[in-house]
């Protein structure tokens, strides 16, 4: 059925796409056909946490006895986990681990399947200029060239916003995967852009929050996809359109999709902060010749980011009723730190026929 809508994805890619109709936190309240209540609801009901995080990002079922679950694993520090395989993996059905003599299950980590999409928010308020703006754009297109060169496969659109004591963020270019229009722009910026001195840092976070979540939208019904803010400043909040609490407050809650970096540059900078503001990363300059590099440390970082998403799939053999799957991950070699997540999903019309590709070995 899924062929006729989406006919040049694979079956998985196109689960991936159909999975985000259901958030892993909240039960997918939506109506199905003709107005009546769907029943492949699957969400998120339980989390352990042992050196280990995983995030549940989506979550679905498809006929005919198959659930799948994407999650992001991180340390407790945050660091991405980005190279476990089936062996990592230990699979729970309502607390009994997954026999496979009675089902399959695969563990797939494929950037090929997801898209995300960078918004760069660029702080030209007064404090920017002369040398420290020519290596603000120097460092910006060692940024675009990281990006794109180590993107592995996914599929990517970054799009280039400023901001200065305003009350709007100013588009700049916008998202493209067209690396040498971004470069062109970037080569364009100049500090006669900004004709106010102040600094709306706290409402450039609001606002770009917002950006870069409607651009996940647009994207998702096609891709997995994930929205990246990347926000540079020297300077703190001066214009007090918005309390620091309220744009924490913003990036706290914007979910496991929305992944959030800050740059900071100089003396005048609140370093704690813009560390907090950071929830996926942030990264301190000393003098301006140094944000090339810390600029390309955040490429790295938000590629290693989309590297630590996994695909779990696997056939349950229930054929009715409700039921828990724990996903847990181990860290390799030692296996000492380990973490999990648990969802519940629906197994009413559940039937024989599963099968997986690539499925991992016995």
Not at 94 to 102: K, N, V, Y
Not at 151 to 170: E, Q
Request: proline share 4%; charged share 20%.
């Amino acid at each position: 059925m899924w062929k006729k809508f989406f006919p040049a994805m694979s079956s998985s890619t196109v689960l991936l796409a159909l999975g985000l109709l259901n958030s892993c936190n909240f039960p997918d309240r939506a109506n199905g056909p003709e107005g009546k209540p769907q029943r492949q609801e699957v969400y998120e009901i339980a989390k352990e946490k042992r050196g280990l995080v995983l995030d549940c990002e989506s979550a679905a079922t498809q006929s005919p006895a198959k659930v799948a679950v994407i999650v992001k694993v991180t340390t407790s520090a945050g660091e991405p986990m980005t190279s476990l395989s089936c062996k990592d993996f230990v699979l729970f059905e309502d607390s009994l681990r997954i026999s496979p003599t009675e089902s399959a299950f695969r563990a797939l980590n494929r950037p090929q399947d997801f898209h995300m999409s960078a918004l760069l928010l660029l702080d030209l308020s007064g404090s920017i200029a002369g040398s420290d703006f020519d290596s603000l754009k120097l460092a910006t297109q060692q940024f675009i060239r990281n990006l794109f060169q180590s993107a592995t496969g996914s599929s990517l659109k970054t799009g280039i916003y400023w901001f200065d004591g305003g009350a709007k963020i100013n588009p700049w270019v916008d998202f493209t995967a067209d690396t040498s229009r971004l470069q062109d722009y970037v080569k364009a910026l100049k500090p006669e852009l900004s004709t106010d001195r102040s600094t709306n840092l706290n409402g450039a976070i609001v606002a770009g929050l917002e950006t870069i979540k409607a651009e996940v939208k647009k994207q998702k019904m096609l891709f997995v996809s994930h929205g990246v803010l990347v926000l540079f400043t020297d300077g703190t909040d001066q214009a007090a359109r918005y309390t620091s609490q309220r744009a924490q407050s913003e990036i706290d809650t914007s979910g496991a999709a929305i992944s959030v970096y800050t740059i900071g540059l100089g003396d005048e900078i609140d370093l704690e902060r813009l560390r907090a503001f950071g929830k996926d990363g942030f990264a301190f300059a000393n003098k301006a010749g140094q944000l090339s590099q810390k600029f390309a440390e955040t490429a790295a970082h938000i590629q290693n980011n989309v590297k630590s998403r996994y695909l779990i799939e696997y056939c349950s053999p229930k054929r009715s009723g409700r039921h828990s799957l724990t996903v847990t991950a181990f860290e390799p070699l030692t296996r000492y730190r380990y973490g999990s997540v648990t969802v519940s999903f629906p197994a009413d019309g559940f039937e024989g026929g599963c099968s997986l590709e690539e499925a991992c070995a016995n």
